[in-house]
């Protein structure tokens, strides 16, 4: 699975559909390359990919994968993947039921 296949513009959400069709079995290779990749434009398609699947409702409850796409934005240097990485993670968030994480003193 090539997810650098995506990289056009626009992204190719066909391709993203695809991968987030595979459903829940999908998830474990997708975190792994999230978590190996340091090319924000890797990571920011691998973003993509976990949005659409949060549409799609495999996503609901799992604060581990969003936790981890949360890890990896927040890490991101390059503003505008940065900027767009943030808004598929509250559409992710949103889809997923869950809320932002907060951090009470």
């Given at each position: 699975?090539?997810?650098?296949a995506?990289?056009?513009?626009?992204?190719?959400?066909?391709?993203?559909?695809?991968?987030?069709?595979?459903?829940?079995?999908?998830?474990?290779?997708?975190?792994?390359?999230?978590?190996?990749?340091?090319?924000?434009?890797?990571?920011?398609?691998?973003?993509?990919?976990f949005?659409?699947?949060?549409?799609?409702?495999?996503?609901?409850?799992?604060?581990?994968?969003v936790?981890?796409?949360?890890?990896?934005?927040?890490?991101?240097?390059?503003?505008?993947?940065?900027?767009?990485?943030?808004?598929?993670?509250?559409?992710?968030?949103?889809?997923?039921?869950?809320?932002?994480?907060?951090?009470v003193?």
């Open positions: 699975m090539y997810l650098c995506m990289r056009g513009e626009p992204p190719d959400l066909d391709l993203a559909d695809v991968i987030a069709d595979r459903g829940e079995a999908a998830i474990p290779l997708l975190m792994d390359k999230l978590k190996i990749t340091k090319d924000e434009m890797e990571q920011e398609d691998l973003i993509r990919v949005e659409v699947m949060s549409g799609k409702g495999y996503l609901r409850g799992r604060t581990d994968v936790s981890a796409i949360s890890d990896v934005v927040a890490q991101m240097k390059l503003a505008p993947i940065k900027e767009d990485s943030q808004e598929l993670l509250k559409k992710i968030r949103i889809n997923s039921g869950i809320k932002p994480f907060t951090y003193p």
